[in-house]
């Protein structure tokens, strides 16, 4: 089923119009509070701060370009993508959380109440940081006592979680994942306002070139994302026979499918916090003199994507690229359990065939999920630092520039496909609940 085709057959339903609507609906009111400012920002310094700082403009993209007006939504959905990936790892490292997460709804419930709560607490400890590095670049204008500095805070928390309630909502009522969805209005809210800018403000007789060889990358890039997100390696599973009462139930065959991407962007989110880490430290000490002023003065000039020489750049994207490689192996380890699935299977009697169920099959699964991730790694890590280096060599736009770029271009097309696969799945349901009227 072609897109047009889905979206024409699911509006042509009143309950999934609605849906739709819903949808669309809080996606215009996130963009009317992007462009809400923070009182006291300093637009023309906002604009300076964030000129050729890639690493503000990757954070921005997240927000939906609210970061960069300072409005009451610049921290985004990021303290709750935060405090979610925390949740997860303490899954693992938990015994009590590994036997919440398998009490069904009661559970969920328990660990959504826990999420949200530390959503509040990271968000304050992230508004904070905000208005200490804007205060100190001079972005706020005047000093700021404490009372300003909390207000500051409260105002971008209530941000924050005003749009984790906007996504739960477009996840209990709209269509698609609310919070993925939120992030992709986002990204795509930014698509006019960053093709002005590459086009210099309007002058596309000098860059419409560039610009339409970029959008011809981006098209490639686009199908390879696609490829590669829909990849899988599908296992054979084969069920035994049994015999339930008098009647005896033959063997079936399926598969369990291994996806390529199992981690998703969440090892990008991982990396860009810890690379954004050196960055923070450097403009908190940018006022400190002797030894540390000199910390502060190495690290914002040579640790940003296009330093000033080829070594530190080298050095930096090497580093984003061993970061995203790492975390995608660590967080496909959390999201995958070999062990459980072995067990899950044996429980079911089913089996792989060739492979002996219990320890045989999760040593099996392990190794063959350890090989088709090396595969998402280098994809994720290719996209990500290896995409914006080839666009700005061949159209000639600095990166800084690009933020619209593989990180971008992935987080759309995922979504996208999600979205488009539980509107094709709401579809095929009703027209069974059709068939059987």
Same mark, same amino acid.
């Given at each position: 089923m072609g897109l047009l085709e889905a979206i024409g057959n699911a509006l042509r339903i009143p309950e999934l119009r609605r849906k739709i609507l819903f949808t669309l609906g809080l996606f215009l009111v996130f963009r009317i509070f992007a462009h809400i400012a923070v009182p006291g920002a300093d637009k023309a310094r906002l604009d300076q701060l964030f000129h050729g700082n890639a690493f503000l403009g990757l954070l921005d993209l997240f927000s939906g370009g609210g970061l960069s007006q300072f409005s009451i939504i610049a921290m985004g959905v990021n303290p709750y993508i935060n405090a979610s990936i925390i949740m997860q790892l303490m899954t693992v490292v938990s015994t009590r959380m590994k036997e919440l997460s398998k009490e069904g709804e009661f559970g969920r419930r328990k660990i959504t109440r826990w999420t949200r709560w530390l959503t509040v607490g990271l968000g304050l400890l992230q508004a904070w940081g905000l208005t200490i590095l804007f205060s100190r670049q001079g972005v706020l204008s005047g000093s700021l006592g404490w009372f300003q500095i909390v207000a500051i805070m409260f105002t971008l928390t209530a941000g924050t979680v005003m749009l984790m309630w906007f996504g739960e909502l477009i996840t209990e009522y709209g269509i698609g994942n609310g919070i993925s969805?939120?992030?992709?209005?986002?990204?795509? /809210? @930014?698509?006019?306002?960053?093709?002005?800018?590459?086009?210099?403000? /309007?002058a596309a007789q000098t860059n419409l070139a560039p610009m339409l060889l970029f959008a011809a990358l981006a098209i490639v890039v686009c199908a390879g994302i696609i490829e590669v997100q829909q990849a899988q390696r599908k296992i054979p599973i084969?069920? !035994?026979? @049994?015999?339930? &009462?008098?009647?005896?139930?033959? /063997? @079936?065959?399926?598969?369990?499918?291994? @996806?390529?991407?199992? !981690? &998703?962007?969440?090892?990008?989110?991982? !990396?860009?916090?810890?690379?954004?880490f050196p960055v923070i430290i450097g403009n908190f000490l940018a006022s400190a003199p002797g030894f540390w002023g000199n910390v502060s003065l190495a690290l914002r000039t040579y640790w940003v994507p296009n330093g000033p020489n080829i070594p530190t750049d080298i050095l930096y994207n090497f580093v984003y690229f061993v970061l995203i490689f790492g975390f995608t192996y660590f967080y496909t380890a959390v999201t995958f359990d070999p062990v459980d699935t072995a067990d899950y299977l044996k429980k079911h009697a089913a089996f792989i065939p060739g492979i002996r169920p219990g320890p045989a099959t999760a040593q099996y699964l392990d190794r063959t999920m350890t090989r088709i991730t090396f595969a998402g790694a280098l994809f994720l890590g290719g996209v990500t630092v290896l995409v914006p280096l080839l666009a700005a060599a061949l159209t000639r736009i600095p990166t800084q520039n690009l933020y619209l770029g593989g990180t971008a271009i992935l987080i759309v097309v995922g979504v996208a496909l999600d979205t488009m696969k539980q509107i094709e799945t709401q579809l095929i349901m009703r027209q069974y609940k059709g068939f059987i009227k």
């Open positions: 969805l939120v992030i992709f209005a986002g990204i795509v /809210g @930014r698509i006019p306002t960053g093709i002005y800018n590459n086009l210099g403000g /309007g084969q069920s !035994a026979q @049994r015999v339930v &009462g008098r009647r005896v139930y033959q /063997g @079936r065959s399926s598969h369990l499918p291994l @996806r390529v991407n199992q !981690a &998703g962007v969440i090892p990008i989110i991982f !990396a860009i916090s810890i690379m954004f």
